[in-house]
């Protein structure tokens, strides 16, 4: 089928928006590559450097052989369950590459910090920027200049952005990105959201609840529901930086074993100088950036990504906005439900069809990009299969034709939805997204009057004294990248939908996150500008009233021109969020992050040469 025409009119415009910063990346990373193996710009002393270490054959064969060196960069830690499996990892990447005919060394590791653990905590004000500081360690590992291809260990939220950012700064360099994938399933997620809610009216206390999150989170792998990090999953699938169907295979078994071989062996085959080179930079070009849009549309993704996939894209020279998310939104179906936007988790979802079912039913709809490179080459069909064990080998097979569940996932002729899940807003409050595909049509639009809290603390405790029974848009403003590192604001979840199940149109609008478990409440976030850039936000009062048509895409505070343009910006106390837990620290994050649209980052494009007029002498 031939391509949507929407899809590519989006991919023209990003094309030519991005014309300069690309270009000028692609000779950056031209640039970078060396005649024969990387560590041929080595001198004696940096190389013996470089292997002093290794085994004694590994190290004969970096002297005398001209074989490719692999570096593992891994985001192993053994306190959070998505990365515990990564421990086995480097072992048995170092034997596949030798294998192989090259070989891998250990290279650096990067930090991973866990929002299910620091959320609502003092911790998950650096959350967003530890996505920055892991490109910047990836980097570090990747200085050394010993590397012909790396493999990329991680799963979570701001795991995978980041080192893809990093990657993408080496982009000469191949990349092969292994998962650890999901725990095994636990407690129903629906079950697991009434427990909270139970918590959150008093009716249960700390010992149930926590028995109940015990269940639901409860072995090594990365958390079953569709949040940020198993929408990287998806994401690395459609991108080709995954080998096919490695998403969301559990972690400790034989086949999960086979693919982080087979994927190790794949990062030497595509190496510098070998005869498939296939450098990351050239990789993720435009149309893989929009092939991960949509991707996270399908699948009712984490509206986390519209900020990483901006950064991502950024990375590479390409430029991309929050009008490109919309456009494509507005044409993408809506092929999944998992949870927050069902009741499945990916483990359900693999078993229905899985990431290979999504990608031809979406290449047979003309709705991705097949003309792209991958870690297997140049097209995007080969991915539209799942790997299995047949008498101990890794072997590939079609991905069904049909799905196993349409309670979970569907093909493009009969979606959930004729629309993908995110939609922007604007209005006179800036522009924001919302993540419609968990909200019922019916609470969609909401006008009411405006409760105005400058943190999640303060809300939280006006919900407890019930001071919040009635209609009303809850303005959580101060929870900007500037302000305070832009944290989650997951714990305001259960007292909303709380109200909400009482009967009140509630809503929310903030500066901040939601993330993938954005759920059943309407939810306005990263609203641009943040009030500490000067947004709007900063003119809302208790009592205004609201508006937020998801349908419509309208975010507006009903208050006469002539009032709001002569109000003044609110002020807040922020010195709180400046110091303790590490976050003085994170201090020049906050000076330098950019805005939402922007993706957040502390990095800039890719510098461009002016041109320089040749002159006759």
């Known amino acids: 089928m031939s391509l949507h025409p929407v899809l590519s009119s ?60 692999v570096a593992i960069i891994s985001s192993y830690n053994d306190m959070l369950s998505a990365h515990q499996p990564f421990e086995r990892f480097p072992q048995l990447i170092k034997d596949a590459a030798r294998a192989a005919g090259g070989v891998a060394q250990f290279a650096g590791g990067v930090p991973a910090m866990c929002d299910g653990v620091t959320q609502g905590q003092p911790g998950m004000e650096l959350s967003l920027f530890s996505r920055d500081a892991i490109a910047m360690s990836t980097a570090i590992a990747l200085s050394h200049n010993m590397f012909d291809a790396a493999v990329y260990l991680g799963v979570c939220d701001k795991i995978v952005p980041g080192l893809l950012i990093g990657a993408l700064h080496f982009g000469h360099l ?159 179906p809506l092929l999944t439900r998992i949870y927050p936007n069902g009741d499945a988790d990916v483990n359900h979802f693999h078993a229905a069809g899985g990431t290979g079912f999504v990608i031809r039913e ?21 991915h539209c299969s799942e790997p299995f064990l047949q008498d101990g080998a890794l072997v590939w097979q079609p991905s069904p034709a049909l799905s196993a569940d349409t309670n979970v996932v569907r093909g493009a002729a009969e979606p959930f939805s004729a629309d993908g899940g995110l939609r922007l807003l604007s209005g006179n409050l800036g522009r924001a997204v919302i993540k419609v595909s968990a909200v019922k049509p019916a609470y969609r639009r909401v006008e009411a009057p405006a409760i105005v809290f400058d943190s999640q603390e303060a809300f939280l405790q006006a919900y407890k004294a019930d001071e919040l029974n009635r209609d009303f848009v809850v303005v959580v403003r101060f929870q900007g990248p500037r302000a305070n590192g832009m944290p989650e604001l997951h714990s305001l979840t259960p007292a909303l939908a709380n109200l909400q199940d009482a009967g009140f149109h509630v809503a929310l609008v903030t500066d901040g996150r939601m993330s993938g478990a954005s759920g059943k409440v309407p939810a306005a976030i990263h609203v641009s500008p943040e009030v500490l850039a000067g947004g709007a936000l900063g003119r809302v009062r208790t009592g205004d009233m609201m508006l937020l048509d998801a349908d419509a895409g309208i975010l507006q505070a009903l208050v006469p ?34 805005a ?18 040749k002159v006759t002498v």
């Open 10 to 69: 989006v991919t023209d415009r990003i094309i030519e928006r991005s014309r300069p910063w690309r270009s000028a990346y692609l000779a950056r990373m031209a640039s970078a590559l060396q005649q024969g193996v990387q560590r041929n710009a080595l001198s004696c002393t940096n190389l013996a450097h470089g292997f002093a270490a290794f085994p004694a054959n590994d190290k004969l064969a970096l002297r005398q052989a001209r074989v490719p060196s």
């Open 174 to 332: 191949p990349a092969v990105f292994i998962p650890a994938g999901p725990m095994t399933s636990g407690m129903s997620n629906s079950e697991k959201a009434r427990v909270r809610q139970l918590y959150a009216q008093g009716k249960i206390g700390r010992a149930e609840l926590l028995e109940a999150e015990s269940q639901s989170y409860h072995g090594a792998g990365t958390c079953t529901f569709y949040g940020t990090a198993n929408s990287n999953q998806m994401l690395m699938e459609v991108m080709g930086l995954h080998l096919p169907g490695a998403a969301f295979i559990t972690p400790g078994t034989p086949l999960r074993d086979a693919l982080t071989a087979a994927a190790a062996q794949r990062a030497v085959h595509i190496a510098t100088h070998t005869p498939d080179y296939t450098p990351v930079g050239r990789l993720v070009d435009e149309k893989s950036i929009v092939n991960a849009i949509i991707a996270l549309l399908a699948t009712g993704g984490s509206t986390n990504h519209t900020l990483h996939l901006v950064a991502i894209a950024k990375a590479a020279g390409i430029v991309i906005d929050w009008d490109d998310f919309s456009a494509l939104s507005a044409v993408i």
């Open 596 to 613: 939402a649209e922007e993706g957040a980052t502390t990095f800039d494009l890719p510098p461009v040469l002016p041109t320089v007029e």
């Open 362 to 382: 979406l290449l047979d709809a003309g709705l991705l990009h097949d003309d792209v490179t991958t870690i297997l080459g140049k097209s995007l069909r080969a």
């Open 561 to 594: 021109d002539a009032e709001w343009a002569a109000r003044s910006q609110a002020t807040a106390d922020l010195r709180s969020n400046q110091v303790g837990m590490g976050r003085d620290l994170f201090a020049m994050f906050r000076a330098t992050v950019s």
